[in-house]
Nanobody, 122 residues
């Protein structure tokens, strides 16, 4: 079993900053990609940022230059530093991890956290 747990959401004023943290634990052999998605009511979940184990990153155009994703491979953690927040960043943010759980097969299964609410409002 693999657990993915997010923390760090909350209420922040426009222009402010917030950091989200996520930790994966359990029967983990390795993790390939870790990432953050977000979702608002009535809309599909969308990619915010993702980072591969070699450090390669990918960002949604809407957050480039404002958000930074980082990870600690040894601790199986990923963080999202969000600066210059806008009201349109308000959403539930979900962490995911593509995990290898069997050391004999290099296949990866995606696990999701429960989500954390980020609200940007004055």
């Amino acid at each position: 079993q693999v657990q993915v747990v997010e923390s760090g959401g909350g209420l922040v004023q426009p222009g402010g900053s917030l950091r989200l943290d996520c930790a994966a634990s359990g029967s983990i052999v390795s993790i390939n990609t870790m990432g953050w998605y977000r979702q608002t009511p009535g809309k599909q979940r969308e990619l915010v940022a993702q980072i591969i184990s070699d450090g390669t990153t990918n960002y949604a155009d809407s957050v480039k230059g404002r958000f930074t994703i980082s990870r600690d491979n040894a601790k199986n953690t990923v963080a999202l530093q969000m600066n210059s927040l806008k009201p349109e960043d308000t959403a539930v943010y979900y962490c995911n991890a593509d995990v290898q759980i069997n050391r004999f097969w290099t296949t990866f299964q995606r696990y999701w956290g429960q989500g954390t609410q980020v609200t940007v409002s004055s």
